[in-house]
């Protein structure tokens, strides 16, 4: 069974630094895309990148390019998502999510959803 | 203009079935693209439902009720998820999504009321 496991909800200050986790499982962690979605409380989803385990390979979004960085340690099959100065506006619920499909074929989807990680930033 | 456009709220009853419609900004035509569809549920991450191209290309999570179903109305350039038999169970946002200018692109989500 495909698994992925996100760290604890976190709190933290405005300009304070921040990285979170996702470990992979019941799959090949590193040939599998792996994607970052934000949801701010009450809103939508939010597509942040993608990154590939693999060869650390990754696609951001033009709305988060530079806000926070992916990396990924295919070695203990997990991914992470950093931020380097908190806002208060990155008060959001994150998630991962395992990508399927094929880029030249249009046809790319997230079909297993890490439980989410909630981060909290006050100012 | 958005390039997934879903409606924001839609009510229908037990029993009685409801079509969820993601269109597609003018210029990217729907038959090019595979659409991915996702329940979310308060205080739950999303679940992938389906996705669908074509008849000959869709597929189905696993352990998702056939009761939902894919589908493109080429005329309104727009993807539908199509759920029958409605239950209280389903009231849910759904949300669409594509692949697009090598970018993901969610729809802004349809929220279902079953009452």
């Known amino acids: 069974e495909v698994q992925l496991v996100q760290s604890g909800a976190d709190e933290k200050k405005a300009g304070q630094s921040l990285k979170i986790s996702c470990k992979g499982s019941g799959y090949i962690f590193s040939k599998y895309w792996i994607g970052w979605v934000r949801q701010l409380p009450g809103k939508g989803l939010e597509w942040m990148g993608i990154i590939y385990p693999d060869d650390s390979q990754t696609k951001y979004s033009p709305s988060f390019q530079g806000q926070a960085t992916m990396s990924v340690d295919k070695s203990i099959s997990t991914a992470y998502l950093q931020w380097n100065s908190l806002k208060a506006s990155d008060t959001a619920m994150y998630y991962c999510?395992?990508?399927?499909?094929?880029?030249?074929?249009?046809?790319?989807?997230?079909?297993?959803w890490g439980q989410g990680t909630l981060v909290t930033v006050s100012s | 203009q958005a390039v997934l456009t879903q409606p924001s709220s839609l009510s229908a009853s037990p029993g009685a079935s409801a079509s969820l419609t993601c269109t597609l900004r003018?210029?990217?035509?729907?038959?090019?693209?595979?659409i991915y569809w996702y329940q979310q549920k308060p205080g739950s991450p999303p679940q992938y439902l389906l996705r669908y191209k074509s008849d000959s290309d869709k597929q189905q999570d696993s352990g998702v009720p056939s009761r939902f179903s894919g589908s493109k109305d080429a005329s309104a350039n727009a993807g539908i998820l199509l759920i029958s038999g409605l239950q209280f169970e389903d009231e849910a946002d759904y949300y669409c999504m594509i692949w697009h200018s090598s970018a993901v692109t969610f729809g802004g989500g349809t929220k279902l009321t079953v009452l």
């Open positions: 003018s210029g990217i035509n729907v038959g090019t693209y595979t």
């Open positions: 999510a395992r990508v399927i499909g094929f880029f030249h074929l249009s046809s790319v989807g997230f079909d297993s």
